[in-house]
């Protein structure tokens, strides 16, 4: 099924988003990858406040290219989910209510999705150049330092992605299996 999201994610929203389900995400999210998911973590364990309210936010996972004249951002793909993996379910029971990036999910955060009723998309690896033609804004808002992986706040219109782990912990990658195999 085609629907059309809103982010930041409403709770009844992420709710009804099934597995398999494709989405077009409009408003506004945030990139963070490794390093910055990194100190994230570091400023939890001093007990700081994070840079971003994760609170019902999504997170895609994605460092830019630099920006060619005349556009917002470079090349805009997802990378590899798993890298966040350690990190992701203390942002999902502070509130994240969805991940996009591309790949499996450990069993750790598949029962924290399901756990905090969040949502894990995948955008399409290879089409960064593609998907960059849907930020229509960018800019840094912590980790400046980090260049590419810095976290920025990106304002997105139509940003494809299709739902991998729903809120019930259904998985794509599984079901997407057993259908072919039938």
Known sequence: MNQKVIAPL???VAKKLKSG??????????????AAHK????????GEELPI?????IIYYMGPSPARE??????AGPTTASRMDKYAPD???????GMIGKGKRSQEVIDSI????AVYFAAVGGAGAILSKCIKESRIVAYEDLGTEAIRELKVENLPAIVVIDSQGNNLYETAIRQYQK
Do not use: F, H, P
């Open 114 to 117: 399901q756990k905090n009723r």
């Open 21 to 34: 389900d494709y989405v077009y995400i409009t408003g506004t999210i945030y990139t963070a990858r490794d």
């Open 39 to 46: 100190r994230m973590a570091e400023a939890l364990e001093e």
């Open 53 to 57: 309210n994760v609170k019902n936010n």
């Open 10 to 12: 409403e709770d009844t």
């Open 91 to 97: 942002l999902l029971d502070l509130g994240l209510k």
């Open 70 to 75: 005349g556009r917002v951002i470079g090349s």
